[in-house]
């Protein structure tokens, strides 16, 4: 069975400073991978994703993410955060072995100081 | 012009009773999906349904029902609600069922059994 484990549950950051969200993934073969952002009261967004190629994926708000196979792990980045980063993130893992069903991490939530 | 809808927002309601939540999407997609949000924020799938067939049925107690009379809406109704059943239901849609395709999330519905 997949699984993902976003080990952060907290993360507070300075805005202007770079932040970086981790995120590991338990699946036998490549998975599909997913990064979304939940604003306070809202849906889940979809920041970017990645099925196969460039390893380097970048999504939309100036986030992109890294897709490492050897460490089983698709970390998020951004180089300088703003104030309206501030937000849930999570991860998600997907397969078509297992019905093209998303399963999800617990979340990061991300604090942005002054 | 919002791309999917839930009504309502919040709902708050006593033990036993049966309500539902209403989903709507005007993207014109073929694949609808009902996913519990629960305190910790961890996100489940429950449902799917793809050109208003059932498609992912997750271990969901049959106190709750999915019913889709079109591609654009995808309802739930839960009888004889229990304390457990508190959580954030959110409504997403998908072009079709691939994980190549983004999944637009509700806004979501807050759930409060008391």
């Not at chain 1, 100036?62 to 999570?90: I, M, T």
Request: charged residues 20%; aromatic residues 12%; proline residues 4%.
């Amino acid at each position: 069975a997949q699984s993902v484990t976003q080990p952060d549950i907290h993360i507070t950051v300075s805005e202007g400073a770079s932040l970086e969200l981790r995120c590991n993934y338990s699946y036998g073969a490549t998975p599909y991978l997913f990064w979304y952002v939940q604003s306070p009261g809202q849906g889940l967004q979809l920041l970017l994703k990645y099925f196969s190629g460039d390893t380097l994926v970048q999504g939309i708000k100036g986030f992109e993410a890294e897709f490492k196979r050897s460490q089983s792990s698709f970390n998020l980045r951004k180089p300088s955060v703003h104030w309206s980063d501030a937000a849930e993130y999570f991860c998600a893992v997907g397969a078509k072995a297992a019905g093209n069903k998303l399963t999800f991490g617990g979340g990061t939530r991300v604090l942005v100081k002054p | 012009d919002t791309a999917v809808s839930q009504t309502p927002k919040y709902l708050v309601t006593q033990m036993g009773n049966d309500k539902s939540i209403k989903c709507e999407q005007n993207l014109g997609h073929d694949t609808m999906y009902w996913y519990k949000q629960d305190s910790k924020k961890f996100l489940k799938i429950m449902f799917s349904y793809n050109n208003k067939e059932l498609i992912i049925n997750e271990t969901v107690p049959n106190r709750f029902s999915p019913k889709s009379p079109d591609k654009a809406h995808l309802n739930l109704h839960i009888n004889s609600l229990e304390l457990g059943d508190s959580a954030v239901y959110f409504c997403a849609s998908s072009q079709d069922f691939s994980l190549e395709e983004t999944q637009y999330f509700g806004p979501g519905t807050r759930l409060l059994v008391l």
